[in-house]
């Protein structure tokens, strides 16, 4: 049984690496509906950079042992904070947000003993 949950959560941290790495390569590049969403928001360019940097660390966090809890609880933050700014800002586009949220809170649970 342990290791058909080691092999799920395996497939489930990396499903996260390839969204979240996406992600933040787009934002840290400048696509252009990343730059457009970060105008919509009103805080400056800075904050997209910001974004961007956290979910690539925290992509990196998912695969350091003892740091995995780390990499989860902030993309579970991260995730927070974009539904927040969908549902006040952006508009009721907020699903695929919270989708993804779940799954990091799932990643999280499992990584929960490391918090210890």
């Known amino acids: 049984m342990e290791f058909i949950k080691t092999y799920w959560l ?9 969204a ?11 696509d252009a509906s990343m ?33 995995q809890w780390v990499g989860a609880g902030l993309l579970v933050c991260t995730m927070g904070c974009a539904i927040l700014f969908h549902i006040f800002v952006l ?4 699903v695929p947000a919270l989708v993804l949220g779940i799954l990091c809170a799932i990643v999280l649970y499992f990584h929960r ?4």
């Open 35 to 67: 730059v457009q969403t970060f105008e919509t928001i009103g805080w400056g360019q800075w904050f997209r950079y910001v974004a961007g940097i956290v979910e690539i660390g925290s992509v990196i966090l998912l695969w350091v042992p003892r740091l």
């Open 113 to 116: 003993p490391q918090a210890a």
């Open 20 to 30: 979240f790495g996406f992600a933040g390569f787009s934002k840290l590049t400048g």
């Open 91 to 94: 508009g009721p586009t907020f």
């Open 10 to 18: 395996t497939a489930l941290k990396a499903l996260l690496t390839l």
